[in-house]
């Protein structure tokens, strides 16, 4: 009985290895003991590689189907943006989120880098609140943007859209340029223009890994 005990154990701890180590090749699913703590292992094996999976394969869309996204999805999109950190939890955010047709074009007509006129179903303008800004430290709203933007792209793709982070900050002229066209207060300064669609379009991965970037204890 103690072999066979020592034998289940060491399967299971070698599958929740693998897992662990292999990322990319989870062998989870070879697992036969059916031990319940086995499985709970390979389900979190399956979710950290879902998880990896999808911030390696993010890609930037610039062309769209012109198909409609839903209500759901975009919420969705949305929670996940405020799902990111932000410094001192100041959460000094606002989005705007244009869906009218009119206002999407005449957004690809003034901002064309911005790709509003190419199919896009929304557009998402993550914009600081400068009201809620740290006090002596204004500008790390827009480390707090950036990472809520992130989290966007990456509930963009994990869903099967498309989008693209399309620069308006710190260009002062983009910046004044649409706080007019959308009738924002000067509190208000928009970061990116972030088209989201159904993706016309399947730019492949880029691998971004270079070892000479990394640095440890001292550059």
């Not at 897992?19 to 979710?47: H, P, S, V, Y």
């Not at 705007?96 to 557009?123: K, Q």
């Not at 007019?180 to 989201?196: D, N, T």
């Amino acid at each position: 009985m103690k072999k066979i005990t020592k034998n289940l154990f060491a399967q299971c701890f070698t599958t929740v290895a693998l897992c662990i180590f292999l990322l990319t090749g989870c062998n989870c699913g070879k697992c036969r003991c059916g031990d319940k703590q086995c499985n709970q292992e390979k389900e979190e094996c399956a979710m950290q590689k879902a998880a990896i999976d999808n911030i390696m394969n993010r890609v930037s869309v610039r062309q769209f189907t012109g198909g409609k996204i839903t209500d759901e999805q975009l919420e969705q999109m949305l929670r996940c943006a405020m799902a990111a950190p932000t410094a001192m939890n100041k959460q000094p955010w606002e989005f705007l989120v244009i869906n009218d047709e009119e206002m999407m074009t005449l957004l690809g007509e003034d901002f064309p880098y911005s790709r509003c006129g190419n199919g896009a179903a929304v557009a998402i303008i993550p914009c600081g609140n400068l009201q809620r800004a740290i006090e002596g430290m204004p500008d790390f709203w827009i480390n707090d943007l950036s990472a809520a933007t992130e989290n966007l792209l990456l509930a963009a793709h994990a869903m099967g859209l498309g989008a693209v982070w399309t620069g308006v900050h710190p260009n002062a002229e983009r910046v004044r340029h649409l706080q007019e066209l959308l009738g924002l207060p000067e509190h208000i300064v928009p970061l990116c223009i972030v088209p989201v669609g159904v993706p016309a379009e399947q730019p492949e991965v880029k691998d971004k890994w270079d070892t000479s970037r990394i640095h440890y204890n001292t550059f």
